[in-house]
């Protein structure tokens, strides 16, 4: 598989910008992970964190869930890989842990956003409320948040991917 990416255009409008640019963050941790088998996806960046580039899309499903269907929409979606016993079970990985499992689950919960998103203006409110805080969000902030998490992670994720075999790049 090869990824493409591409950056939104110049002079989009607000909402295809903002779309665009959470979409070339996904991407770009899709590329960050391109090439690498199983067993470097799960490699871990330094004892003892558990933090790997399999980690991060899992755990990005996870973010992708909490936003777009249990905040935004107030579905009763349950936690992937994650629990009450083990919130981080999204970066605790074994050997049956596979990267064509945790990418088709992160991007079935890609599309699970689009499709949720589009149903929404950016001023438009969540229908749920945030577990922790009980605030409402509209869809500019989440989409905002996103972009946001996306970034920071992709910083981690260029610091894994070269440490596993020393490529670099945006």
């Known amino acids: ?21 959470l979409d070339y963050h996904r991407q770009t941790l899709a590329l960050k992970c391109e090439g690498l088998t199983d067993a470097q996806l799960r490699t871990a960046s330094v004892a003892p ?19 777009f269907r249990r905040v ?4 009763d979606a349950g936690p992937i890989y994650s629990s009450d016993a083990d919130p981080d079970g ?17 991007q079935a919960e890609i599309e699970t956003a689009r499709l949720h998103a589009a149903r929404f203006t950016l001023d438009d409110l969540s229908k749920g409320r945030h577990r922790r805080t ?7 902030w989440i989409v905002t948040h996103m972009i946001e998490e996306y970034a920071r992670h992709n910083g981690h994720a260029d610091l894994l991917r070269e440490r596993i075999d020393g ?3 945006d």
């Open 134 to 140: 009980g605030e409402i969000f509209n869809l500019r």
């Open 167 to 169: 490529a670099t790049g």
């Open 1 to 21: 598989m090869t990824i493409e990416r591409s950056e939104p255009a110049t002079e989009a409008d607000e909402r295809t910008m903002l779309e665009g640019w």
């Open 90 to 106: 999204d970066f605790r990985l074994t050997e049956a842990d596979t990267w064509a499992e945790a990418y088709a689950i992160w």
């Open 49 to 67: 964190s558990t933090l790997s580039l399999m980690g991060l899309v899992r755990h990005m499903a996870e973010v992708e869930r909490s936003w």
């Open 72 to 75: 935004l929409m107030d579905e």
